[in-house]
């Protein structure tokens, strides 16, 4: 049973988020929802370039608050010496640095691994990149799409002889924040029996590479003779495992495993397709995918409807479901159960609707986390906190080493 009073595993944490778009933002977005004080920094006027990101409403991103609540903001000019003052201040009282920028491009600023490190060795300094600190590659830059091509995933989805499809859902950035987590979190355990921090150096084409659960493996195991191509919505190793379409939507079935193939056979043709020994064994389904697959795709085709498709499917005990839409994603009663849209007030928007993390506890309630702050909506708390006087406070918004939107 859930105790409200049980206290977050991640209360009296520091954590500075100096990064930006996705992957560091959704790693330390992980951590604040843990019960980390994650204080988002970042540069006047425009800050996180996420901020720019649709969706727009009142000027707010939804991006930008997905990923960023929970968060103090705080926005500095670091070309002032009053701001890298107050930086080292933070970096000072801080257990957590996570960025996101190109190798070697925060030794400028003077906020490298090196620097910080020699200021606080209890600092644990999370970086992620396109390619990692090491490696020929390790100065280019990138983007999700590009470890997600460069990886080898897109070319095993899509049709043959045509372009492949985007994922149109940020794998690379997302599964890069949510190793980078599970990392920063070991380096937590590692420093109560060391003493120090660490640097961890993630990469985005690095975690594409290690979601291979099949493909490469088989490349490797196989001594390159397995080459996966591309099947479309069909997968011909794993017969039947792939989408299909009732006269008013789309929907999958997997029925790859001995037992739910005969209960879609007896369900699609009775006992004598359950008796054709041409599907028997996942070896004989395979080598007469096409045929299974016409079967499979005819009498979908010849259903009602999906949903009556679906009722006979689950009548069966076949594994199935309807591919949906995102506004049936949205009325889903199970993401209502689960908690899986969050709503937040926000001091400019009112009530508003996030998509929320997947974390339950039996011993701990998460709560519902603030909204993103607005830019600089921190700075005068941080810097108090710091131990700067409201005089050195109301000179550095002077000067705009402090700088908050209006």
């Known amino acids: 049973m859930t105790e409200p009073s049980a206290p977050l595993p991640l209360a009296g944490i520091r954590v500075i988020d100096y990064s930006h778009f996705l992957a560091g933002p959704f790693l330390s977005r992980q951590l604040a929802a843990l019960g980390a004080d994650v204080i988002k920094v970042e540069r006047p006027r425009t800050g996180d ?95 999700g799409l590009i470890a997600e091509a460069m990886s080898g995933a897109m070319s095993i989805i899509g049709t043959e002889g045509a372009a492949p499809p985007l994922f149109r859902m940020p794998l690379a950035d997302m599964y890069t924040g949510s190793q980078g987590a599970t990392a920063v979190l070991a380096a937590l355990l590692s420093r109560m029996q060391t003493g120090r921090g660490q640097h961890i150096d993630l990469a985005l084409y690095d975690c594409m590479v290690s979601m291979h659960d099949y493909a490469l493996q088989g490349y490797l195991m196989s001594d390159g003779a397995e080459m996966p191509k591309r099947s479309g919505d069909n997968l011909p190793d794993s017969t039947v495992y792939g989408c299909f379409s009732a006269p008013d939507g789309d929907l999958v079935i997997a029925a790859q495993v001995d037992e739910s193939w005969l209960r879609l056979a007896e369900l699609m043709g009775g006992a004598d397709l359950a008796a054709d020994s041409r599907f028997h064994g996942a070896a004989s389904r395979n080598a007469h995918n096409v045929e299974a697959i016409a079967l499979v795709r005819g009498w979908c085709a010849a259903q009602p409807s999906r949903a009556a498709a679906l009722a006979a499917l689950e009548a069966a005990g076949v594994p199935a479901a309807p591919i949906q839409t995102i506004d049936e994603v949205a009325r889903d ?74």
Request: hydrophobic share 45%; proline share 7%; net charge positive.
């Open 49 to 143: 370039a996420g901020r720019a990101s649709p969706t727009q409403r009142a000027g707010v991103s939804g991006y930008f608050l997905q990923q960023n609540m929970g968060k103090r903001g705080l926005c500095l000019d670091l070309r002032q010496p009053a701001a890298v003052d107050l930086m080292r201040r933070l970096v000072a009282s801080a257990d957590i640095f996570v960025e996101n920028y190109r190798p070697g491009a925060l030794k400028k600023l003077g906020l490298g691994y090196e620097a910080l490190s020699a200021l606080n060795p209890r600092l644990i300094y999370a970086s992620v990149s396109a390619f990692g600190h090491s490696g020929p590659l390790s100065d280019r830059p990138g983007f």
């Open 333 to 406: 009663p199970q993401i209502a159960a689960r908690g899986m849209i969050l709503e937040q007030e926000h001091p400019r928007l009112g009530r508003v609707k996030v998509p929320n993390l997947p974390f339950h506890f039996s011993g701990l309630d998460l709560g519902t986390p603030e909204a993103a702050p607005a830019l600089g909506q921190h700075n005068r708390d941080l810097a108090a906190q710091l131990g700067f006087s409201a005089a050195e406070i109301a000179a550095m918004e002077a000067t705009g080493a402090l700088y908050a939107e209006i």
